[in-house]
């Protein structure tokens, strides 16, 4: 166990993240190319040009899944299409909630009047230059996650199978910090569930603005707990109180990488394991990275004492 990387106190609320844009490249391109893939259950439509792609998911109020695949990885590919995107869980999660984009690594989009490697942009960055997949929030114009990248899996992190795919695929709507942390919690082998209540508005807005608080001063710590206890409590259904955990990465790991190495921290302390791995009623996860190169993770939960 890392010392003075695990903190906990009860009783505490939540918070947001900050999002990343995939909607500063643009092009005029509507007619959708297309493959059909079969699957389980009926075919599903993967785009093979990205802006159809994303106005189809627009107009169908949906999220854009965005497979990048290396083209030199023939074998590969079809594995992954046959034992993970054909297996009917999957297909069916697909077809109900996401528009499906297929991609090469070298997809070039116009941008500024120059072709630009979709994957070298920054909205990309987590995915580090890398084949794997992405999901772009394209349910709501109105609202803060529209054309944003809110979760990536690098292949480059390890192959991804069918189960952690559904899990991928059935995140809360969140930004890309949140759903990667929430994603960390909910594949740890040992399955715990709180994150298995309400994914609260309060609390993941309470967790982004500790976890960038931490963030800020590269400290980890319940910095200022008495009086946001007592503000997040006061915003939350009567009878319920809020407790807090708190972890860091370690220095110069990727966001998925630091999220599951959170998640093992809190693993090495039966208190804070306590309280990620029982259910409660509300809860918000998120985490940011210092100018240190260090992620800094917070969790808050919500229930009745």
């Known amino acids: 166990m890392k010392l003075g990387r695990l903190l906990l106190i009860a009783l505490l609320a939540a918070q947001v993240a900050p999002v990343s844009h995939a909607d500063d490249i643009r092009s005029g391109k509507k007619s959708p190319t297309a493959d059909v893939v079969l699957l389980a259950s009926a075919p599903a439509t993967w785009y093979d040009d990205y802006h159809a792609g994303l106005d189809a998911a627009q107009d169908l109020r949906k999220l854009a899944l965005v497979w990048f695949y ?87 992190h390890g192959a991804i199978s069918a189960e952690k795919l559904a899990v991928l695929l059935e ?44 963030a800020s001063i590269t400290l980890q710590g319940h910095h200022n707990w008495n009086s946001r206890f007592h503000a997040i409590n006061a915003e939350l259904p009567g009878g319920l109180a809020a407790r807090e955990v708190c972890a860091e990465s370690w220095p110069g790991q990727n966001l998925l ?16 394991w306590e309280a990620v791995s029982s259910r409660h009623l509300l809860f918000g996860y998120d985490m940011k990275r210092g100018a240190n190169g260090v992620w800094y993770a917070t969790g808050i939960f919500a229930g009745r004492n």
């Open 70 to 156: 290396d083209p030199q990885a023939t074998a590969e590919n079809e594995r992954f299409q046959r034992d993970v995107l054909d297996r009917q869980s999957v297909s069916n999660l697909i077809q109900q909630h996401f528009v499906a984009i297929r991609l090469p690594t070298p997809a070039c989009v116009p941008s500024g009047g120059d072709d630009v490697v979709l994957l070298d942009h920054p909205a990309f960055a987590e995915m580090q230059h890398s084949a794997g997949l992405a999901i772009i929030d394209m349910a709501d114009e109105e609202g803060p996650l529209f054309r944003q990248v809110v979760s990536v899996y690098p292949f480059t």
């Open 171 to 214: 995140l809360p709507r969140g930004t890309l910090t949140q759903r990667t942390l929430i994603f960390a919690v909910r594949t740890h082998p040992e399955q715990p569930a709180s994150t298995a209540g309400h994914f609260s508005t309060i609390l993941s807005r309470e967790t982004e603005n500790h976890a960038w608080h931490q």
């Open 257 to 272: 990488e630091a999220a599951e190495e959170c998640v093992h921290s809190w693993r090495q302390s039966p208190g804070h």
